[in-house]
Each structure stands twice: as structure tokens, then as C-alpha cells.
């Protein structure tokens, strides 16, 4: 982590036809370079061995902390986060305070909206705004970033922000009548989301539209071209299958973390016809 100097590493291990007493071997050995042997100028601070199936083998990811902390922290934009090793989190601190501080610009949220954050992961998006909204609404399917995302609120003394642990497809009915119901009285609600590379599930888009109350969406998005059939549903006429006035794609622009390489993320505002 940048500001506060944590360093996290998590070393995938495929034993193959290894016995057990083998692989505790390799542990240990791992653990004495990293800990007190050559390794141990590199200062890590959270170290975890996860070992994983070899190909074909139908094996659940397994994660144990050699040494160090279970967690560490970054601090984004004057607010305090907990990482868990498999959460996701931005590594380019700078760049992601820029790409915050933008969301939040185009989301043109006050003290009446909800934010509901799609993919919310650590809960970073959401909780930087919270201080300045009604209620943030996030959905995430990787249980350890939602307890991180639920201890994050508890460290920065946020109290209006909740979170779902679930593929959004699966919850997406449910949160939307949370949202529905959070907007009802004179306030309005944006989302935003962030999903991975392949974009959101169709079901999840076809909600979004038929919430009325959403007028403003913020996308973002690390591979455009893989999330292309998203963008043509949020824009595309109404039909059947695609209930809910569609929105319009006002502007886009892109956000480099990544120097260095072809990625970017792409950031999207659509608002409906009647949002300017």
C-alpha cells in the first residue's frame, strides 16, 4: 500500500502429488526466508500460502496466513480501508483518488440521494461518498470484501451505509425495492458500478432500467469492448424485454492506473432523457 506502507503477499501454491508433510515443508521454508532469512528486507507484513488445484482437479482455493497481519490498510481520499488477501483493491493510490473524486463529481449526489454501488467490492466507492448522502446500498459477491467493506464503515464511524453479500444477479429484485424505498420520500438515487472485466450480468441492466427512480448511472469499466452489450442495453429503445425509458450516454472518459500499458478505466455517465 502506498500512504501507510503495508505490504501484502499471497504466494498460490499447486501441490500436485505432493504428500501433506511435503507441503508443510515448503511452508516452512517459505516462511524462514520471508520472516528472519534473505527475503526479510522486503518487510512483508501480511504473508498468506493458498493452495490450489492443478488442472482439472475440482479443488476450492484454500488460504492460510503464514505470517504477519491478516489485513492491510490504505488510506483513500482522508478515509481509512482494511484489505483482506482476497478482495479486490486499486494498488495506484494517486489515480484512484482521481478516479473517485470524478465518480462522485458525476454522480451530483446531496444529502437525499442513495447510492447504490454495483460490485462494490471493499466498499471504497460508496463510503467516500456516504458522509454527503442519504444511504449507500452496496452488492458484492466475495464475502471477505464485504466484511472488509462492513469493517471500513465501522472504522471511518460511518452509520448509513449496507451492504449484501451476493451475486447481484441473485439480490438485484430485492436491492432495488431497498432502493425504491430509501428514494421514495423527495429524494432520488443514482448507481454506480464497477464490475468485472465481462461486464454485468443481463438481468442486472434490465433492473436498472425499471427502476425510475435511478436517473443517473456512473459505469465504469475496465474493459469496454467486453462490456459493449451493456452500454447498447442501457441506451437501446424500450421493448419488452427491455422495460424502463433507456438512459443516454452523455460523456465518457478515460483514467489511466495502469501507466505503462494499453489499460485504462473507463468511466460513463448515462442519465435518462429527462436528466440533463
Not at 508443510?24 to 518487510?43: A, L, Q
Request: net charge negative; aromatic share 6%; proline share 4%.
Amino acid at each position: 500500500t502506498l500512504l501507510t506502507g503495508d505490504v501484502m503477499a499471497v504466494v498460490d501454491f499447486t501441490p500436485r502429488k505432493l504428500e501433506q508433510t511435503e507441503i508443510e515443508t515448503v511452508k516452512e521454508s517459505i516462511k524462514e526466508f520471508y520472516s528472519t532469512g534473505e527475503g526479510k528486507d522486503v518487510n512483508i507484513t501480511s504473508f498468506f500460502f493458498r493452495v490450489k488445484g492443478g488442472k482439472g482437479e475440482n479443488v476450492k482455493p484454500s488460504s492460510e496466513l503464514l505470517f504477519g497481519e491478516p489485513h492491510v490498510y490504505e488510506s483513500l481520499l482522508n478515509l481509512r480501508f482494511r484489505i483482506s488477501a482476497e478482495a479486490f483493491f486499486q494498488v495506484n493510490t494517486a489515480a484512484t483518488e482521481k478516479l473517485y473524486q470524478l465518480i462522485s463529481d458525476w454522480c451530483n449526489a446531496s444529502s437525499t440521494t442513495t447510492i447504490l454501488d454495483v460490485c462494490c467490492g471493499t466498499g471504497t466507492i460508496g463510503l467516500s461518498m456516504a458522509k454527503n448522502v442519504k444511504h449507500v446500498i452496496g452488492v458484492e459477491m466475495c464475502p471477505q470484501a464485504v466484511e472488509d467493506a462492513e469493517a471500513n464503515a465501522t472504522i471511518n464511524e460511518i452509520s448509513n451505509a449496507t451492504f449484501h453479500c451476493a451475486k447481484v444477479e441473485d439480490v438485484i429484485h430485492k436491492i432495488m425495492s431497498s432502493v425504491q424505498s430509501s428514494s421514495s420520500e423527495a429524494g432520488d438515487a443514482v448507481a454506480v458500478v464497477d464490475p468485472p472485466r465481462a461486464g454485468l450480468h443481463k438481468d442486472v441492466i434490465k433492473m436498472l432500467r425499471k427502476c425510475t427512480c435511478i436517473q443517473r448511472l456512473v459505469y465504469v469499466s475496465c474493459n469496454p469492448e467486453s462490456a459493449l452489450d451493456n452500454f447498447v442495453d442501457l441506451i437501446r429503445p424500450e421493448t419488452g424485454r427491455h422495460k424502463g425509458s433507456p438512459f443516454q450516454m452523455v460523456k465518457a472518459v478515460p483514467v489511466d492506473l495502469f501507466p505503462g500499458t494499453r489499460h485504462c478505466e473507463l468511466v460513463i455517465l448515462f442519465t435518462r432523457p429527462t436528466e440533463v
